[in-house]
């Protein structure tokens, strides 16, 4: 079945304490991207990837480090979570020839 | 600036009623324009996947539909049902940067 897996799914956490968000996909897409939604801003994006070893800052990547060493998985690291950083993030994935997007079921983040 | 728009934000309608929902973008060189279905808290759903060759496509009670030259899509929804309550996104992907740009949603009520 083709999917986008993300995990934790929910996360607690406390100012500065590093964490990463893992995302996997198995349909071989060369794009990944993450994005936060927050009530009222919509969904903006973090970063994206659009193949191994290549990323680039989307809307709002500060505060946010990801990397791209495997063509399926696309971590996004907080080094130093801060409480503005409380959101709901979603990774996702698409194929550059017909440019349907997948969607992870979302990771929410609490930082305290 | 690309832009992707969502009017109105939220719709409340009695169940069985026939809706439109639109969905207008400022640049008409897009790739294709998805719809996506999300429930409170959940992550998206993709309803509808058009490309910028089609005019409409058609899944069950939905149809969306395509008009570049216009910068619009609809979402039809036919005899709609209180299960049919979700926030609908949708997300235009553009040729001129690889980017896709999302709007903000429209917040549909079916009432009982």
């Known amino acids: 079945e083709a999917q986008v897996t993300q995990n934790p799914r929910y996360l607690i956490t406390v100012t500065g304490k590093k964490l990463t968000v893992t995302c996997s996909q198995n349909m071989n897409h060369e794009y990944m991207s993450w994005y936060r939604q927050d009530p009222g801003l919509g969904l903006r994006q973090i970063y994206y990837s659009m193949n191994v070893e290549v990323t680039d800052k989307g809307d709002v990547p500060e505060g946010y480090k990801v990397s791209r060493k495997e063509k399926r998985n696309f971590p996004l690291i907080l080094e130093s979570p801060s409480p503005n950083q409380t959101s709901l993030y979603f990774c996702a994935s698409h194929s550059g020839s017909t440019g349907e997007l997948f969607f992870g079921e979302g990771s929410r983040l609490t930082v305290l | 600036k690309q832009e992707v728009t969502q009017i109105p934000a939220a719709l409340s309608v009695p169940e069985g009623e026939n809706l439109v929902l639109n969905c207008s973008f400022t640049d008409s060189a897009i790739y294709n324009l998805q719809w996506f279905r999300q429930d409170p808290g959940k992550g998206l759903t993709s309803l509808l996947l058009?490309?910028?060759?089609?005019r409409e496509q058609t899944s069950g009670r939905l149809n969306a539909s395509l008009d570049k030259s216009s910068g619009r899509s609809t979402l039809y929804i036919a005899a709609s049902q209180p299960g049919d309550s979700a926030t609908y996104l949708c997300?235009?992907?553009?040729?001129?940067?690889?980017?896709?740009?999302f709007g903000k949603g429209t917040r549909l009520h079916i009432l009982p």
């Open positions: 997300a235009a992907y553009m040729n001129r940067d690889d980017k896709i740009i």
């Open positions: 058009i490309q910028s060759s089609q």
